[in-house]
């Protein structure tokens, strides 16, 4: 589901430039959702929309994280999309050394972590120009190593870390010739303790591919996939794969993600 679902509307260029990308996608022959050429040119449009009915970039004391639940505290404020605020949870209740969000988009994610917890150190990756250029304009002091890389390529060196993250991303990328599952294989390699996923659980069986990939690592021997979501807001759910035993709900069966479905959104 996107912004302009959740608000009802939509403006005219972002109908422009969703139309340009389907009908002039210079990139159709990946599969993919998107032309991720001009992709930032419609983001920045969902951004302007995604502003009208959540709270994208809280300021300092908007929100506290406390005994493991992430709380609104300034009630004058539209609260975060419930995509970012069962993600920021989440990752700030297996308290992390280090991050990296695959597809990091504007940055709002990584600037978001960096607020509640400024420990964290970060890093984020994109393969679009524009995507990064959005970025430094709306977060121009972000503390991240930043790299244009694509995350389809086995190729790709990405950077050791305790926590892999993604945020409506993996969604948009095809399986033509084996591009997610190698996007998962590079995930795997980078990440040493969890990965956590808050997708579309419809667009591709992400725990069957996820379970293909973990036959060729056995760095990730044992590890166990978990599921979960806040009860404000079921219809959202995260994935969980961990080597380490979390408090959340096992993830066996993938009706578990479908019941609630992730709304599309950055």
Known sequence: MTYQVLTREITAKQAWYYTQMRLFNKQKDLNDDFDWTRY?????????????????VPRPG???????????????????HPNHHLLYQII???KPHNVLEVGCGGGDHLSNLHLFNPQIELFGVDRSEGQMATLQERHPH???????????????VLPVVDVVYS?????HISETQGRLANVLDNILRAAQSQVVMVENWTEHDFLAHLRGALKSN????GAKFYYAYRPQSTEVRALIL???PL???????YNSLLQGQAMHIH
Not at 41 to 54: I, N, T
Not at 218 to 221: C, E, K, L, P, S
């Open 40 to 56: 930032h040119l419609h983001y920045r449009e969902e951004l302007k929309s995604g502003s009208r009915v959540a709270t994208l």
């Open 62 to 80: 908007d929100f506290e994280f406390s005994q493991g639940s992430l709380r609104q505290i300034n009630k004058n404020i539209r609260p975060l």
């Open 92 to 94: 700030l209740g297996l």
């Open 142 to 156: 972000l503390p991240a190593y930043l790299k244009i890389v694509d995350l389809t390529s086995l190729e790709t």
């Open 167 to 171: 945020q409506a991303v993996l969604m």
């Open 218 to 221: 056995f760095a990730w021997a």
């Open 242 to 244: 961990s080597k380490l």
């Open 247 to 253: 408090p959340f709900e096992e993830l066996h069966d």
